[in-house]
């Protein structure tokens, strides 16, 4: 039996999967609740992106340029998690896809070399985005580095401080990485003039690389989750593991990621969703904190996706624009919404979200690190979390269930956090359920979502 | 054109190749000149491994318990780096073995699985090591997790209180990390004495380590590199290449890696060595910084492999035993001499050292991370320096050389010394000859190595 399942380079899919083909959603709406155009996004992203973003074509074409450069760290490994199963005793069989063999190490790149690519075709030269702990801004450093585009990331202060080796990265691969906010947008000054010793926040970040990106012809804004080009890109993840577990006649009971803004789960999750919407039945579970816990306990509701309302009002689940959630140490999964595709998705049951805490995660994140070796990012912990469970689950029931997890990163730039969790510094959030409550007051005066029926 | 060539793991060589089948060697001493025994060396090595260090063996058959553990990151992928090749306009076709994909980073896990998996046969519970910039101490507390066995490893203290990230990932699998000097041993206690600030030293490190080693019956002392078990072991990174590129119809013209103590460059050059003495001609560089040259300015000696002459004497390149090389960051470049096999096959011309400056080398590695995408150790930065010389060399001669280069680690824990080159803070050290001259004093009156002929 093979602990790792590799693909050829000429098996690597050539089309992306859009769920966009096999799912109803409601659509994305103007402030004022008119429906949204594909032209209001014209300033912010370039018409390529866009149309793709308002695609509902089942497969679309990966182009060989990105092809070329997916083939720097892809296809990646699927991985028996046999030195897990064995500590565990389960009579469940555990794949992981080890999407941290990447050069940034994560799966963020999937999406930020096509995102480059045809930002590329369409004649831009400079590319803005925010990053918070930093995996998104190195993954589009690198990729608009192998594209020959200038790179500029604003990086929430408190993070840009404690994570120098982020920044380092970025710097790298020749992107231009400032502390935020900055002195050089309005909404940096802004912030500045009232509060000089500010710490930063992902929602004025992400004003001032917009800010920064909606101005010169050549510029444009990028973002790293959430949108449907996003998953779209990220569906590379699934398709592979699919031909990988045929190679070796399997397929999935059960299929477990983490979910922040949620394309790394949908990456792995969606080319199976298409199935189970023709019939099949897996059990699929997004994993997000008790801290932030987006799909679990917020409802499911129009709202902006960024504190100052730039973006459309997105149907999604949402603790409010507004929501600053505790500094836990899975960065990445911090964000008050979710994608929209996924949020629709657990709206129909399709999806089982559950969410843990930070100290089981990363005990969870220590037994993978002796067992299975690799040391996980903090975000992956979560998921890992629930995969013991469920292998847990199925010693107990004595079944002989097929488990699959995207393995979305390494720890590697993240260990400080493991410092703090062996130095026994860690501590649980649970958000009290008036701060809940207190948190959507943002969103009540906004038009509602219909409930939709996919199958 | 395949970007990577993957090897399936039923492909994966089953034993190793041992060079001393094939190559004359001036044999160790004890420090009175008298030739050492085997059992000389008990109290350190679990006596399997001092049977493995003395064998004549051609091919050694590598245990079906490591080959398990191999299988978590092995075989990895040979890479041809068609973006550097594109960028550099050069005929030559490029080749890289990525030993960086190991959960530790580096190719330094190839000889701790097997250390630890002999000790542990041994009857050993517990091993004691020592690490400078910290890659030996993460593989060596890796492969002790994986088989369940202690781990103590004295970390350079300057490196423990620089580099709090390595210190994180050794705890992380379990093992204890303590800085050196330490009040732990009579060794390190005797420095402290003496300088209650000091901070650490390799030399010191060793001392305390062997000291904590050779007491108790259950425990036993480990060493990354300079032995020719630890080249023994990495013979499986040459051996892979030799498939991969076998699947390709390629054979190499050039074979370059960067070599502190030799092991990741006998790794993949001794089993391409052997064709060399059986009759092929093929030009091998072993690399190394020009503030350390061991092999380009030292001569070929008996000397102690520790600055507290605790080893036999070995015949090397050595640049004393009390050398104390400046402060690069190529941390694993930094050891006073080389592998004995190494040294008598560069005394015989087959292979042909180089040196390179720390600027020259970071330069290397960022049109490599700009390039391939991946960042690298600045070790394996001295073996690109090297890589793109060659290439551009065969662009002006207009040969379609092919060269086969080893990266053997990732420099994602080492992105501090990025950002000091980045911040143009780095310099270079070349030595001046009257400190050579002065180095090798101490091994003035030790016999002198015979000048054998291999082939």
């Known amino acids: 039996m093979a602990k790792k399942i590799f693909l050829d380079e000429q098996e690597m899919p050539t089309q992306w999967y859009n769920i966009m083909a096999d799912i109803k959603m409601n659509p994305p709406l103007r402030a004022d609740g008119t429906p949204l155009e594909p032209g209001d996004l014209a300033p912010v992203f370039p018409m390529n992106l866009i149309e793709q973003e308002a695609s509902t074509e089942r497969w679309i074409d990966i182009p060989e340029e990105v092809m070329e450069k997916y083939r720097i760290w892809r296809p990646t490994p699927l991985v028996r998690a046999t030195a897990l199963e064995k500590a565990l005793g389960t009579p469940a069989r555990i794949y992981y896809k080890n999407e941290g063999v990447s050069p940034p190490g994560s799966h963020k790149p999937n999406t930020a070399v096509p995102q480059a690519y045809y930002n590329k075709a369409f004649g831009i030269k400079r590319i803005c985005t925010e990053t918070g702990a930093g995996q998104w801004g190195s993954a589009l450093a690198f ?21 120098p080796y982020r920044r380092t990265m970025m710097e790298t691969w020749g992107a231009t990485c400032v502390a935020s906010p900055s002195e050089e947008t309005q909404s940096g000054r802004a912030v500045l003039e009232k509060d000089p010793d ?21 510029t444009r804004y990028s973002l790293g989750s959430v949108l ?200 649980d959030y649970e958000l009290p359920d008036e701060m809940l409550e207190k948190a959507e007051e943002v969103f009540k005066d906004f038009p509602k979502p219909a409930l939709l029926k996919s199958r």
Not at 150 to 159: A, F, L, N, R, W
Not at 209 to 217: D, F, K, N, R
């Open 143 to 163: 990729a608009c580095s192998l594209f020959g585009l200038e790179c500029k990331v604003y990086m929430v202060k408190i993070s840009f401080q404690q994570k």
């Open 198 to 218: 500010s710490p930063g926040s992902l929602g004025i970040a992400i004003s001032e690389a917009i800010e920064m990106a909606v101005g010169p012809e050549d």
């Open 228 to 427: 449907n080009h996003v998953l779209l890109h990220q569906s590379v993840i699934g398709l592979e593991a699919k031909k990988q577990m045929e190679k070796v006649g399997e397929y999935p009971d059960v299929i477990i990621g983490c979910a922040g803004g949620g394309s790394n789960f949908a990456g792995i999750a969606f080319p199976f969703v298409h199935d189970v919407i023709n019939g099949k039945e897996i059990k699929i579970y997004p994993v997000e904190p008790k801290a932030c816990p987006t799909m679990t306990k917020a409802p499911f509701v129009y709202d902006h996706g960024d504190i100052a309302k730039f973006t459309p009002l997105i149907a999604m689940h949402s603790l409010g624009h507004a929501f600053v959630p505790p500094p836990i140490h899975a960065g990445g999964l911090r964000y008050h919404g979710m994608a929209p595709q996924v949020s629709q998705l657990i709206s129909e049951g399709i999806l089982e979200p559950r969410s843990y805490h930070q100290l089981e995660s990363f005990e969870a994140g220590m037994m993978w690190a002796q067992t299975e070796g690799y040391i996980s990012a903090p975000e992956t912990n979560q998921a890992l979390a629930c995969v013991i469970d469920e292998a847990k689950k199925a010693k107990e029931e004595g079944k002989e269930k097929v488990i699959l997890v995207n393995w979305s990163g390494h720890g590697l730039i993240d260990l400080g956090s493991y410092e703090r969790y062996l130095s026994k510094q860690l501590t």
